[in-house]
């Protein structure tokens, strides 16, 4: 499989404050994918990746392919951003994702 | 929100009783997949389809099957459930292309 690995694995940020969230993934890839899963357990979908640069509202996110990363701003932070943001990658279409183990965020007011 | 509806929400179970969960989806999308999520390991995936009748494993499927008789069902099944499938059970759906849209859960305890 592929290896997906996500930095930091914790972060706590004071309210307003913004972040950068990191995930390298170990081959190529044909598709990433950004959640947000809030302390209910649900799994947001955030961005559809695979490659460039894409923005919404205070978040946005980055995919360098072929230097294998892809990166989560977050900026003005708001304690509703706390959660576990999740980084998903898929070599092939339909196929198989590839979870990293996440980065807790907490934001505190 | 994606429709995809999960049920039971949750359930409690002895261990050697068979189990099925259920995704249910009014997307019309493709592609349906099964994940577990247990700390330490975040989400891993259990069996996806591809179309009706059409299956495959993913990385944990060894004591799960499946089964998709229509586009918008995919059911999850546990043989004989252990212990070790306490977990918390997540279904998912997808076109070829675009995102991925997660259904809100499945808390499955075995004891």
């Known amino acids: 499989g592929i290896q997906v690995e996500q930095s930091p694995p914790d972060l706590i940020l004071q309210e307003g404050a913004n972040s950068t969230l990191r995930c390298n993934f170990s081959?190529?890839?044909?598709?990433l994918q950004w959640f947000h899963q809030n302390p209910w357990g649900q799994l947001i979908n955030l961005f559809y990746?695979?490659?460039g640069t894409k923005q919404n509202g205070r978040l946005s996110a980055t995919t360098v392919a072929t230097e294998r990363y892809s990166l989560l701003y977050i900026s003005s932070s708001q304690t509703t951003d706390s959660g576990v943001y999740f980084c998903a990658v898929e070599r092939n279409t339909g196929n198989q994702f590839y979870f990293g183990t996440g980065t807790s965020l907490t934001v505190i007011p | 929100d994606a429709g995809i509806t999960q049920s039971p929400r949750h359930k409690v179970t002895e261990t050697g009783t068979p189990v099925t969960l259920r995704c249910h989806q009014t997307e019309n999308h493709r592609y349906m997949y099964w994940y577990r999520q247990d700390p330490g390991h975040g989400l891993r995936l259990i069996h996806y389809?591809?179309?009706?009748?059409?299956?495959d494993k993913g990385e944990v499927s060894d004591g799960y099957s499946v089964s998709r008789s229509k586009t918008e069902d995919f059911l999850l099944t546990l043989e004989s459930a252990t212990s070790s499938q306490t977990s918390v059970y997540f279904c998912?759906?997808?076109?070829?292309?675009?995102?991925?849209?997660f259904g809100s859960g499945t808390r499955l305890t075995v004891v």
């Open positions: 081959d190529s890839v044909n598709n």
């Open positions: 990746i695979p490659s």
């Open positions: 389809s591809y179309g009706v009748k059409d299956t």
């Open positions: 998912a759906i997808s076109e070829a292309t675009g995102p991925t849209f």
